[in-house]
Nanobody, 125 residues
Framework: QVQLVESGGGLVQAGGSLRLSCAASGRTFSRGVMAWFRQAPGKEREFVSALRWSSETPIYSDSVKGRFTISRDNNENTVYLQMNGLKPEDTAVYYC??????????????????WGQGTQVTVSS
């Protein structure tokens, strides 16, 4: 059974930093994609960042580019999201997602087969 477990969320002041982790168990995604999405209250879940496991090519949404960094640890089958320069509008539940396939486009929710339970990030002004 595949599980994605997020951690690292919390409350931080604007301008601060957090590092989210997503540990995958049950299978590896050595040929797939792992990603982060977020969902704010009353809004749809939106793409944040993705990493193709084979090429290590990161992809970011415009809203987080230059502030967030996605990375991975092959040995731990874990993906991270380093979030710097946090803003109140970054407040959301952050979800880890993964697929073992190699989609051309990675920003759509339907691409992903597996999802974590989410971790809350709250940025105060």
């Amino acid at each position: 059974q595949v599980q994605l477990v997020e951690s690292g969320g919390g409350l931080v002041q604007a301008g601060g930093s957090l590092r989210l982790s997503c540990a995958a168990s049950g299978r590896t995604f050595s040929r797939g994609v792992m990603a982060w999405f977020r969902q704010a209250p009353g809004k749809e879940r939106e793409f944040v960042s993705a990493l193709r496991w084979s090429s290590e090519t990161p992809i970011y949404s415009d809203s987080v580019k230059g502030r967030f960094t996605i990375s991975r640890d092959n040995n731990e089958n874990t993906v991270y999201l380093q979030m710097n320069g946090l803003k109140p509008e970054d407040t959301a539940v952050y979800y880890c997602a993964a697929t073992g396939s190699t989609p051309v486009f990675v920003i759509g929710r339907r691409v992903y087969d597996y999802w974590g339970q989410g971790t809350q990030v709250t940025v105060s002004s």
